[in-house]
C-alpha cells in the first residue's frame, strides 16, 4: 500500500528556510492531493498546506506569505519550503495525502475531504 | 483559536460509550473527518465522510452529524482507545483545511 516518508534537517536556524521532502512509495502521485501538516510540541495539528499533483496549491492563510509546496511527479515526491523561520515553528512536520470525494446532491455536486495516509513524521527545530 | 471546537479532554470507564464533538459554523456545510493520534505516533483516519470508517478500524467508532456539531462515538471503549482525537474540515470560507484543536481521551 502506499506509503509516505518525509525527510530533511532537523535542524534550522532562525530567519532561514525549511526545506523538507515527501516521498510517496506503493503507489501513484497522480490523481491526488498531497498535504503538509505540523503538531509543534505538546500542541493540535496545524494545516500547512496542499498541492494537487497537477501543480495546484492551497495554504494556510496565517502561512501563506512564507510557504512554498512543490510536486516532483517523476521523483514521486513533494516538498515544503517555509521561509524566515523562528521558534514558533518548531515541530513534528507530517505529509499526508489528501483525498477529495464527491457526492449529488438536488442537482449540484458537493465535496469531501480526508487525510487517508500519513507518513511517521519528522521533528524540526529552529535554534541557533 | 481554533475554528473548529473541541473540548479538551474527556474520560469514558472501560467498555462504556463515549461521544466526542467538534463544533464550528463550517459544519453545517461540509463533512467532518476524525483522527486519532497516540503518544509518539502520527494521526490515523478513524471516521471520514458522514459514518465511513477506513478498512482496519474496529466498527466501535462511529460518526454522526447535525447542525454545527460533528460527533465521533466510541461504542464499549477499550483501554488502547486512550488517545487524542482531531477533527478536520473546512474553515469558514470553505477554501482551507482546518483542525480542531483536540481531545485528550482517558480511558478509565
Known amino acids: 500500500q502506499v506509503q509516505l516518508q518525509e525527510s530533511g534537517p532537523g535542524l534550522v536556524k532562525p530567519s532561514e528556510t525549511l526545506s523538507l521532502t515527501c516521498t510517496v512509495s506503493g503507489g501513484s502521485i497522480s490523481n491526488y492531493f498531497w498535504s503538509w501538516i505540523r503538531q509543534p510540541p505538546g500542541k493540535g495539528l496545524e494545516w500547512i498546506g496542499y498541492i494537487h499533483y497537477s501543480g495546484r496549491t492551497n495554504y494556510n492563510p496565517s502561512l501563506n506569505s512564507r510557504v512554498t509546496i512543490s510536486v516532483d511527479m517523476s521523483e514521486s515526491q513533494f516538498s515544503l519550503k517555509l521561509s524566515s523561520v523562528t521558534a514558533a515553528d518548531t515541530a513534528v512536520y507530517y505529509c499526508a495525502r489528501l483525498c477529495k470525494e464527491s457526492y449529488y446532491v438536488g442537482g449540484f455536486y458537493y465535496y469531501y475531504h480526508y487525510m487517508d495516509v500519513w507518513g511517521k513524521g519528522t521533528t524540526v527545530t529552529v535554534s541557533s | 483559536s481554533s475554528e473548529l471546537t473541541q473540548d479538551p479532554t474527556v474520560s469514558v470507564a472501560l467498555g462504556q460509550t463515549v461521544r466526542i464533538t467538534c463544533q464550528g459554523d463550517?459544519?453545517?456545510?461540509?463533512?467532518a473527518s476524525w483522527y486519532q493520534q497516540k503518544p509518539g505516533q502520527a494521526p490515523t483516519l478513524v471516521i471520514y465522510?458522514?459514518?465511513n470508517r477506513p478498512s482496519g478500524i474496529p466498527d466501535r467508532f462511529s460518526g454522526s452529524s447535525s447542525g454545527n456539531t460533528a460527533s465521533l462515538t466510541i461504542t464499549g471503549a477499550q483501554a488502547e482507545d486512550e488517545a487524542a482525537y482531531y477533527c478536520n474540515s473546512r474553515d469558514s470560507s470553505g477554501n482551507h483545511e482546518v483542525f480542531g484543536g483536540g481531545t485528550k481521551l482517558t480511558v478509565l
Open positions: 465522510y458522514k459514518d
Open positions: 463550517s459544519l453545517r456545510s461540509y463533512y
